[in-house]
């Protein structure tokens, strides 16, 4: 396993690399969620490269991006056993050098949901996924479900921009009470973790709202919103239900459908969502 860290270290890396190449962008400190990502890119692709990078311009002013858990030693030491080819480790310097001004931007999809509630935040995920996929030029590339906004516009912007790069997403990874795996769990302690089962309870309660026949699309919003509201420590901050594709918000649920919601617990913001149909 290479650990590169320079443009030029990447590109010796990656001239040496014969046959499918799958890149695995992550921001470390990694977890089991990561892991299955980084499985999933080894049992498809001959060779596999992880990156990982803190992107300070997917933060908003008044984020979490200098309190963002960093442990680069345990990441490699998790990597090392799945035998990966290549992790990179660009700095700040290396992907935004002194007057860097180009930005890639994908419209509609942006804007409702994570885009509405973090302003500016795809637009640093798109531009540097995309400066990923110049440097790496992976044949796919992998993507958890828990983004799932993030899914979808990297989706539309390899599309839209011509990447020739298979975009997976693969399951969200959840421990076993059902919180989704995130490097934010670690600012979870005592009550606050126990209260953040409550996204998971509230996605479970529409979701079987759902399959017992309801399809008014405001029903199984309320019914996120009454269990979210129900657990003192928890400030909802959107919920969605949602068309698949287009991420507009529905009012009759017909098709593959998005239940999603980001949920202050203390300080911790969490999203998760599930997929209906
Ligand atoms: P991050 O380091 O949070 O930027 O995540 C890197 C990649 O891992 C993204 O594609 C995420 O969607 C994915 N990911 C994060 N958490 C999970 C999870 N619990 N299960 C599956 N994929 C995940």
């Not at 990597?79 to 050098?97: D, N, R, S």
């Not at 983004?147 to 997976?168: F, G, H, K």
């Amino acid at each position: 396993m290479r650990t590169v860290t320079t443009l030029d270290e990447l590109h010796a890396a990656r001239l040496s690399l014969d046959g499918t190449v799958g890149l695995v962008p992550t921001m470390g400190y990694l977890h089991e969620g990561h892991l299955s990502l980084i499985r999933r890119a080894k049992a498809d692709c001959a060779h596999t490269v992880v990156s990982i990078f803190v992107n300070p311009t997917q933060f908003g002013a008044n984020e979490d991006l200098s309190k963002y858990p960093r442990d680069l030693e345990r990441d490699l030491e998790l990597i090392e056993p799945l035998g990966v080819e290549a992790v990179w480790t660009p700095t700040a310097e290396v992907m935004y050098p002194n007057g860097y001004q180009t930005w890639v931007e994908v419209e509609a999809l942006t804007r409702p949901l994570e885009g509405a509630a973090r302003p500016g935040h795809f637009r640093g995920v798109t531009t540097v996924v995309a400066k990923l996929f110049n440097a790496v030029q992976p044949h796919k590339a992998y993507f958890g479900q828990k983004d799932a906004q993030q899914a979808a516009v990297v989706r539309q912007m390899t599309r839209d921009l011509s990447y020739p790069i298979e975009i997976v997403i693969c399951p969200t990874v959840r421990e076993t009470d059902g919180l989704a795996m995130s490097s934010r769990n670690k600012y979870l302690e005592g009550e606050n973790r126990r209260a953040a089962r409550v996204l998971y309870r509230a996605l479970s309660a529409a979701k079987e709202t759902y399959e017992k026949g309801e399809r008014k699309a405001e029903t199984l919003r309320q019914v996120m919103k009454d269990m979210i509201a129900a657990e003192p420590l928890a400030q909802m901050q959107y919920v969605s239900c949602a068309d698949y594709d287009t991420l507009e918000e529905l009012e009759i649920v017909a098709g593959k459908t998005l239940l999603s919601m980001a949920v202050f617990i203390g300080k911790t913001r969490l999203i998760d969502n599930f997929v209906l149909g």
